[in-house]
């Protein structure tokens, strides 16, 4: 039997438990972009239902075009507000760069019409991928959008990743305040509370890094978006 017949085999067994009637609209309001990792599950991770939330993958999670125009349908015509952005340890688009496209052309004879979308800092390339977001005119909301890295290698925590502002504060909703505070927006909360690395503790201190709880964070978003 192919793997494909094995998926088929499996999607005729689970038919029978299937409970439709949800609208196409998620109930959440948001919308998750993150890598086609396999192990990384959305649903699992954040605790998500059929009909909650809206889920991009791609090859990193990374910003394309087609993630943009998704998330503008998802905005405008299903209503979703928040964006939660996913990058995770081990990531295969770690130190890829746009020469992998010149090495296909060597081999095809042609340049494929896309980018790469590597990077070489995790974090780095994360926050430019949580500015683009924010910048980008055709999104209806963007004060809700935040970025996270996922251990799926060691501990399966999520950290939060903040962007810190030319005045020395950090940015973002439920983000870490200058004052070591956490506030906001959905907020981050959870057994385990706000713990982490360099701690959260005064501007000198404040390493744009949130470790969130497990569970933590699925509240925050929830909260967030509802
Ligand atoms: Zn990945």
Redo the contacts with the bound molecule.
């Keep these: 039997m192919s793997v494909i017949d094995r998926l088929v085999r499996e999607a005729r067994r689970r038919a029978a438990a299937f409970r439709g009637g949800q609208p196409a609209a998620p109930s959440l309001r948001v919308a998750v972009l993150t ?3 396999a192990r ?1 599950d959305p649903a699992k991770l954040f605790g998500l239902a059929p009909g909650e939330a809206h889920v991009l993958r791609n ?3 990374a910003v394309t075009a087609d993630v943009r125009r998704s998330l503008v349908i998802s905005q405008r015509l299903l209503g979703t507000r928040a964006i939660a952005v996913v ?2 340890t ?5 130190g890829l760069d746009e020469a992998l496209r010149d090495d296909l052309a060597a081999e095809v004879g042609e340049h494929a019409d896309w980018q790469v979308h590597g990077f070489a800092d995790l974090e780095g390339d994360l926050r430019a991928a949580l500015a683009e977001l924010r910048a980008d005119r055709f999104l209806l909301h963007t004060d809700q959008i935040r970025g996270f890295v996922y251990d799926v290698e060691h501990t399966g925590r999520l950290t939060e990743v903040t962007e810190v502002t030319e005045d020395g504060g950090v940015t973002g909703d439920g983000g870490v305040t200058g004052d070591g505070g956490v506030t906001g927006d959905g907020g981050v909360t959870g057994d385990g509370g706000v713990t982490g690395d360099g701690g959260v503790s005064g501007q000198a201190e404040v390493s744009g890094r949130v470790e969130v709880a497990d569970g933590g964070d699925a509240d925050g978003l929830a909260r967030g978006a509802a």
């Excluded at 081990?90 to 770690?94: A, D, E, F, P, T």
Aim: hydrophobic share 35%; charged share 15%.
């Design positions: 890598c086609m990792d990384i090859a990193g999670g990058r995770h081990g990531c295969g688009m770690l």
